[in-house]
T-cell receptor, first 113, second 109 residues
């Protein structure tokens, strides 16, 4: 089945540790996105990529890094510089041509110990 | 003030009731999206609209571009409709989407 997968579903991080969240899509979508969701707030854009080997910062990129080495994959690294990383992280993708909607993955909940 | 405001924040209804969730936005847009987020966290796109009205099953979405306002209606609500409903607005390329904080709907049997 076509779709977006994120792993793991739950992730625990120790203080000062980098962690990487996986996002894979087999929809042949060009663009991929990472969002952060906090209670009572709307989703906020961390990074997005419209093409392999290129990505752009969103509204809250500080403390995060991404790579786009393959069209299907857009991993997000939460670095130790991100002081408040506990949140729900959602990956999305879409076709660039036309006004297509974004398709979302199931999300990863990150908790700092 | 947020660029996308939803009301109400929380909504509890009895099964069978007609439900309305409202969304107001303050930026120029090319499309408005209604999304559904279930307790597990995954998000599903319900509607994308730029004018008028769309209907899918028991769900109806309307938009008034002049008033910068959209509504999501659920007819004959059911407990399985319980979820968070999110309004989002985007520019033509949808790279710069702005999201409302969501409306948590609980439908009781």
């Amino acid at each position: 089945d076509g779709g977006i997968t994120q792993s793991p579903k739950y992730l625990f991080r120790k203080e000062g540790q980098n962690v990487t969240l996986s996002c894979e899509q087999n929809l042949n979508h060009d663009a991929m996105y990472w969002y952060r969701q906090d209670p009572g707030q709307g989703l906020r854009l961390i990074y997005y990529s419209q093409i392999v080997n290129d990505f752009q910062k969103g509204d809250i990129a500080e403390g995060y890094s991404v790579s786009r080495e393959k069209k299907e994959s857009f991993p997000l690294t939460v670095t130790s510089a991100q002081k408040n990383p506990t949140a729900f992280y959602l990956c999305a993708s879409r076709r660039i041509s036309g006004a297509e909607t974004q398709y979302f993955g199931p999300g990863t909940r990150l908790l700092v110990l | 003030k947020n660029e996308v405001e939803q009301s109400p924040q929380n909504l509890t209804a009895q099964e069978g009731e007609f439900i309305t969730i409202n969304c107001s936005y303050s930026v120029g847009i090319s499309a408005l999206h209604w999304l559904q987020q279930h307790p597990g966290g995954g998000i599903v796109s319900l509607f994308m609209l730029s004018s008028g009205k769309k209907k899918h099953g028991r769900l109806i979405a309307t938009i008034n571009i002049q008033e910068k306002h959209s509504s999501l209606h659920i007819t004959a609500s059911h407990p399985r409709d319980s979820a968070v409903y999110i309004c989002a607005v985007g520019s033509y390329n949808n790279n710069d989407m702005r999201f409302g904080a969501g409306t948590r709907l609980t439908v009781k049997p």
